[in-house]
């Protein structure tokens, strides 16, 4: 039995089966530098993944790598009833370059939690027990957070959280208003909020959640002005903004430092995590004082805010100041959309090609005029970049969307190379 076998045949026997590889024929990393793995075989992958958006400044980032070692070596632990150097320094940095008025953060260990703690801080400052999310989100794996997340195959079976509604996803691709849409249909998906709270809450929503650019829902990009809206109408009924940047945060998005900034709206809350500490396990909530001065009831967080974790934490995101990560994030965004809406003119199966920044995702379809979803073409796309030495991802509510989200210090010659696997591997799909 070869050694990658080994470590499959133990994949099965000990961790749970619902923790599913992406791949049919599953993949086994062994190491990974920049924007390249390889496997235990030895084989090296472009990766246009970066581990779910994770490891924003590229794998084993000496400057991250050092911090971490650093620390490790001094002060590994402490949890939050003791007070270390490098939390408020991380807490601190992320005040420079949060929007607005967020100031104080909570650091958890995941997104998922970074959420849940979110949702808390909601309600304990409203005083109210209800919250509203949009349908195609995702928010995490908690018993609180599955039951936020509106895409079924994420939801556990005979799960139910009280005081959770859904509205309308403002989704431009498959607007039911007018094709295509644009800034006037914004008002039409925002007056759906103001439906579901006059109509399935008591009226007194504690907040209104949302990722900018929705993740595993397939990268889809509100229209203009839909957020602008959303925030009127939940604040209107005295709740909360709350904006989920564990995905579209740091840059990712391009031009800013947070996928929200690019409607101008200053949310109440802020949630982050994944690319926040290059992979290091950090989620961390983000508030005004005056809403964080709200939780007057004991808490703690035995990991949350662990030296080596915010070690990782400042590393990374002094390194993406220094690149100035937005700026990357739009330009190389801007040579990696033009490629693929490139690609969209050959292929009639690619429906869509949209996204911001580095976060862009193709959906694909049977029917270009009727939009049919098509995931057997997308797995077999996946499979094929596969083939040809890439790793991208796939969402969207069929898994029917193909997903990229490189490392934000990914290079024109990386998205170029990139690119041509790409191409290769939609040319490779077209001829089966």
């Not at 599913?20 to 190491?31: S, T």
């Not at 925002?190 to 929705?214: C, K, L, Q, S, Y």
């Not at 990712?252 to 947070?258: C, E, L, V, Y």
């Not at 077999?380 to 596969?386: I, R, V």
Request: proline fraction near 6%; hydrophobic fraction near 40%.
């Amino acid at each position: 039995m070869s050694y990658n076998q080994d470590i499959l045949s133990g994949q099965g026997e000990f961790i749970f089966p619902a923790v599913r590889p992406l791949y049919d024929k599953p993949l086994v990393l062994k190491e990974g530098q920049g924007v390249r793995v390889r496997d235990v075989a030895g084989r090296e992958y472009l990766d246009l993944f970066a581990g779910i958006l994770t490891t924003s400044v590229g794998h084993c980032n000496p400057k991250v790598v050092a911090r971490m070692s650093e620390q490790l070596a001094k002060l590994g632990h402490t949890s939050t009833l003791y007070v270390t150097e490098a939390q408020v320094e991380a807490a601190g940095l992320l005040a420079s370059i949060a929007p607005g008025q967020l100031s104080q953060t909570f650091f958890t260990n995941s997104g998922t939690e970074a959420i849940e703690s979110a949702i808390q801080m909601a309600f304990v400052h409203t005083g109210r027990s209800e919250v509203i999310g949009l349908r195609q989100s995702y928010h995490g794996r908690s018993f609180m957070t599955s039951n936020l997340t509106a895409v079924g195959s994420w939801r556990p079976l005979a799960t139910s959280f009280p005081g959770i509604k859904h509205v309308q996803t403002p989704y431009p691709y498959r607007c039911p208003y007018k094709q295509p849409c644009d800034e006037s249909c914004s008002e039409k998906f925002a007056m759906d909020i103001e439906d579901v709270i006059r109509t399935t809450t008591n009226g007194e929503p504690a907040a209104f959640i949302a990722e900018p650019v929705m993740g595993v829902g397939g990268y889809i990009v509100p229209p203009k002005g839909y957020f602008e809206r959303a925030a009127e109408i939940i604040r209107s009924y005295g709740g909360l903004f709350i904006s989920d940047e564990v995905q579209s945060g740091f840059g990712r998005s391009g031009d800013h430092w947070f996928g929200i900034e690019h409607s101008g709206v200053e949310p109440d809350i802020m949630v982050m995590a994944k690319g926040i500490a290059n992979g290091a396990p950090v989620g961390a909530m983000t508030t005004r004082p005056e809403i964080a001065e709200s939780w007057t009831a004991k808490t703690i967080s035995t990991f949350g805010g662990n030296p080596i974790s915010m070690a990782a934490a400042s590393a990374t995101m002094e390194v993406m100041i220094e690149e100035n990560v937005p700026q990357r994030a739009s330009e190389q965004g801007s040579q990696l959309l033009a490629g693929l809406r490139k690609l969209q003119n050959h292929f009639d199966w690619i429906g869509d090609v949209r996204g911001r920044g580095l976060m862009l995702g193709l959906e694909l379809v049977e029917n270009g005029e009727k939009k049919k979803p098509f995931p057997a073409k997308a797995s077999g796309l996946l499979a094929a970049c596969k083939e040809e030495g890439l790793l991208v991802g796939i969402g969207g509510l069929h898994d029917h969307v193909i997903r990229l989200g490189p490392s934000l210090l990914v290079t024109p010659s990386e998205i170029e190379e990139g690119l041509e696997k790409f191409g290769r591997a939609c040319h490779k799909l077209e001829g089966r």
